[in-house]
């Protein structure tokens, strides 16, 4: 079995002058010639390390776990030609009102939305709804 784990994603700068310190991968002692270590701020890199990986170390499926995951798993596996959702869907769902956009266009039944700016008036912009209004941040 092979593991793949990845570098923490750039952060914006902390107001503590502590440098962020990248700690080893778990998993690096235990099986060290079965270890990649991706950089998810780079999804085409990754694929292509993977890739090279994959030469010694066969690779039957890809699966991003979570929202940091999902754009990487998606590039390594086109990469890998494995089944998976394509780069520009799996990027995407990481943006709420870019998949409501793509799931309208798609004729997929959506409420009504629109977004608004956390500076706009939220009550004016609530009011202008006749129906139910969520709002995420």
Same mark, same amino acid.
């Given at each position: 079995? #092979? !593991?793949?784990?990845?570098?923490?994603?750039? @952060?914006?700068?902390?107001?503590?002058?502590?440098?962020?310190?990248?700690?080893?991968?778990?998993?690096?002692?235990?099986?060290? $010639?079965?270890?990649?270590?991706?950089?998810?701020? =780079?999804?085409?890199?990754?694929?292509?390390?993977?890739?090279?990986?994959?030469?010694? =170390?066969? @690779?039957?499926?890809?699966?991003?776990?979570d929202?940091?995951?999902?754009?990487?798993?998606?590039?390594?596996?086109?990469? &890998?030609? &494995?089944?998976?959702? #394509?780069?520009t869907?799996?990027?995407?769902?990481?943006? %709420? =009102?870019?998949?409501?956009?793509?799931? #309208?266009?798609?004729?997929?039944?959506?409420p009504?939305?629109?977004? @608004?700016?956390? $500076?706009?008036?939220?009550?004016?912009?609530?009011?202008?709804?006749? !129906? !139910?209004?969520?709002? %995420?941040?």
């Amino acid at each position: 079995m #092979s !593991y793949f784990s990845c570098r923490p994603p750039r @952060i914006a700068p902390r107001r503590s002058s502590t440098p962020r310190v990248r700690r080893p991968n778990v998993f690096a002692e235990q099986a060290p $010639d079965n270890l990649l270590t991706l950089d998810f701020d =780079h999804p085409e890199s990754a694929a292509e390390a993977v890739r090279r990986f994959g030469q010694t =170390h066969p @690779i039957d499926a890809v699966v991003g776990v979570d929202d940091l995951t999902t754009v990487v798993a998606a590039a390594v596996a086109e990469r &890998l030609g &494995l089944p998976a959702n #394509s780069v520009t869907a799996a990027a995407a769902t990481r943006d %709420k =009102h870019v998949m409501r956009q793509r799931l #309208s266009e798609a004729g997929v039944p959506e409420p009504g939305f629109r977004p @608004i700016s956390l $500076d706009d008036d939220l009550a004016v912009a609530a009011g202008a709804n006749p !129906y !139910y209004t969520a709002g %995420k941040a």
